[in-house]
């Protein structure tokens, strides 16, 4: 039985075309900048975002922190969203390897942070404090759901950001997600920022690998730091071959996932117990919330694991991602028949062993 496993789209495996490109592309040593695959992802990356240059690396994480500290000197200051990525889920790299502070303000529901908020968050020109440097923004929003920043909000940010001094900076781990649900280009949501990551290995299936963009001066920078960071790949273009299949194939079908998405928030919404955490899906994420009142009778442990573990059981992964939280991300492996089998699987075990405490 093939496991469905909805707990991330970094689950996704290279497609066949992306293994085909992969076991033919021509190589070079991209430390020397001679990688020709590596070379045409950058390219094709930046002319896509519509920004001067592109930086191939290898994760996520390192687009980010390249992106920090490319931007931020030690001491420096960044306003962030205390439920980014980069403040939660990143291991604390920026301050940790950059000496950077961070200042979390709070993400509204709908993955913004607060134009007042971040006024208020800027540092006065004053000894006693770190100097605010940058803004960095999440598009789509994870934590809050997989949810979208619209290009007007982003402007509005940027706006601020310049009347300060400051730099933007967008962690687009799933912006293509996002340009898809808002029916907008890519370009469209990067433009009002100075710099951006987007992730290759995420619904877009590639194995390995992410790309930061920005002007030709910061992205020399952040070459730079990808160096200190141990980050330079030598023939990287076996990678950067997955991604070029990635970006010329598979960024209209994110569309499938988002409508996939919704389907599984209906049906699972639907079950006595479950409730959506953040509202109808907007890309490929569904949190649920096991409701109070609802528990499970046996043994002891929050229920959001015993379920999962119950889940897995069954041939089904997903994400306890609280005591009574669960995250399922769909993407490209996950079919209709797979979403059927989801809201099957949690039926079951709604009906068999959860039961409503005033019962
Ligand atoms: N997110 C992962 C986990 O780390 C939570 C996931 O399964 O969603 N920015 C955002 C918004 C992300 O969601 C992620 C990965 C990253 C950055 C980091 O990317 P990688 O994993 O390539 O370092």
Redesign the pocket.
Known sequence: MPVIDL?????TQPTEAMRQAMANAPVGDDVYGEDPTVNRLQEMAAALLGKEAALFV???????LAAVLAHCGRGDEVILGDQ???F???AGGISALGGVHSRQIPNQPDGSLDLDDIRRAVRPDDAHFPVTRLIAL?N????CGGVVLTPDYMQSVAELARAHGLKVHL????LFNAAVALGVEPAALAAPVDSV?F?L??GLCAPV??VLCGSHDFIARAHRVRKQLGGGMRQAGVLAAAGIVALETMIPRLEEDHQRAKRLARGLSALPGLVLATGEPRTN?VFLRLEDGFSLPGAPGDPAPRIAKMLTERGIRV?DVGPRSF?L?THYWIDDEAVDATIAAFQDILQTAVVRSSD
């Open positions: 707990r991330s789209d970094t689950v290898p994760s996520g994480t390192m687009g980010n980014s990525h980069t939660l889920f990143e999440e789509t929003h994870n934590r962690d687009g781990a799933r990551t992730c290995s995420k690998g992410s994420m994400g995250r991300v």
